[in-house]
């Protein structure tokens, strides 16, 4: 059987890896409809060596379709999202209009698959910071509790889309080559102060909110509690942009509830869904941004009990925030929909 697939942001970072992810996993997509905004209508895409046409995304262009993947930002979702529930379509949805909502699954399928089947024709992916540590606490959380989480993010401009990383590359190399640069996208384009990224770590992702965190921060917050079914977990963040262009990078540090064995975490780590353990000091292996761009799983390393904390563990989690942290994930929660049908 096939399925009819509509990409909602089709011509940015994350609609354009959608699609080389359909293409990569074969899914078994009928017809494909590539929806952006007018300004792109009319442009040509490739799947599987056939050209597609950009259509702009509105409410008709959803007639028939099975599954419909928006990546083009909330406001889109919030208005074209129901418009495809409407016609039939299951929306998987990266963006963060609906994760919150009680009633919308938020899913990431190695962690909580049994939510899928409660859906009411949205699917929510987490916020790519928050999957990817989740599929890394996932095993740990089973076997031994998680009583607090402290987390410090390295994170890479694709998070911010096309435009933040054609800002990094065009800083990078206007300032090596001594020219006048003007910083318009990073942190948060629709501020009026805007920071150099090239060369720089900048401590702010999205908007602050009135308690000193940023909105960054409070998903991870709120999206890992409710992905965890667990209220009682505590859970400090700090989200910082580096100039990386694909791969987030975290600093995980956990008190369990129960006591652990570390080589018996390590060993839940290295067996665990969607996880590879890199960990291995003394041939300097552990996860790296740039070895985890283009792949689906989560990096693990730097396993390490704390020295003060009896039930302290620290790691370093790493993965391709553009792939497991959005494209792939959304097309995983396809693939499992298709499979359990
Ligand atoms: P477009 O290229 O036509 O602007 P990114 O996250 O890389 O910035 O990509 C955002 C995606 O969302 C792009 O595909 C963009 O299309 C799309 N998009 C932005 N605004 C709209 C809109 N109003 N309607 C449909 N798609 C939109």
């Known amino acids: ?60 262009a959803f007639e028939g379709i099975d599954f419909a993947l928006f990546s083009a930002g909330g406001s889109v979702s919030e208005k074209l999202a129901p418009a495809a529930v409407e016609r039939g379509a299951v929306v998987i949805d990266n963006t963060n209009a609906f ?7 938020l899913v990431v399928p ?3 698959p049994h939510k899928i089947s409660e859906h009411r024709g949205i699917i929510a992916n ?38 933040a990383i054609d800002e990094l590359k065009e800083q990078t190399w206007k300032i090596l080559n001594n ?30 909110e009135e308690n000193g965190f940023s909105r960054e921060e409070m998903k991870m917050i709120n999206e890992t509690r409710k992905i965890l079914g667990d209220d009682k977990i505590q859970i400090t963040t700090t989200c910082v942009r580096i100039p990386v262009f694909y791969g987030h990078s975290e600093s995980v540090y956990i008190e369990t509830e129960k006591s652990f064995d570390m080589e018996e975490a390590r060993s839940l780590l290295a067996s665990a869904p969607g996880v590879v353990v890199v960990d291995d000091l003394k041939e300097q292996e552990y996860p790296m941004a740039i070895s985890a761009e283009g792949r689906f799983e989560t990096f693990v390393g730097r396993i390490r009990r704390d020295l003060f904390h009896p039930r302290g ?18 097309v995983q929660i396809a693939e499992y929909m298709v499979k359990t049908r």
Request: aromatic fraction near 8%; include cysteine.
């Open 1 to 60: 059987e096939r399925y009819n697939v509509a990409v909602v942001g089709a011509t940015g970072a994350v609609g354009q890896k959608i699609i080389e992810t359909l293409e990569k996993r074969d899914f078994p997509v009928g017809e494909l409809r590539l929806l952006a905004s007018a300004r792109s209508a009319g442009q040509q895409v490739t799947f599987k060596g056939q050209t597609y046409t950009v259509q702009e995304a509105v409410p008709e």
């Open 126 to 163: 987490p916020n790519c910071s928050t999957i990817q540590m989740v599929v890394a606490l996932k095993p740990l959380y089973d076997a031994y509790g998680i009583e607090r989480i402290i987390v410090s993010t390295y994170q890479a401009v694709s998070g911010s889309g096309q435009a």
């Open 313 to 330: 563990l620290n790691m370093w989690v790493v993965s391709d925030n553009v792939l497991k942290g959005a494209a792939w994930n959304a």
């Open 110 to 112: 190695e962690v909580n």
């Open 99 to 105: 994760r919150m909502l009680p009633e919308v699954p």
């Open 179 to 208: 020219e006048p640069i003007e910083p318009k996208v990073l942190p948060v384009k629709s501020l009026p102060r805007h920071h150099q990224i090239a060369f720089n770590a900048i401590p702010q992702i999205d908007v602050f």
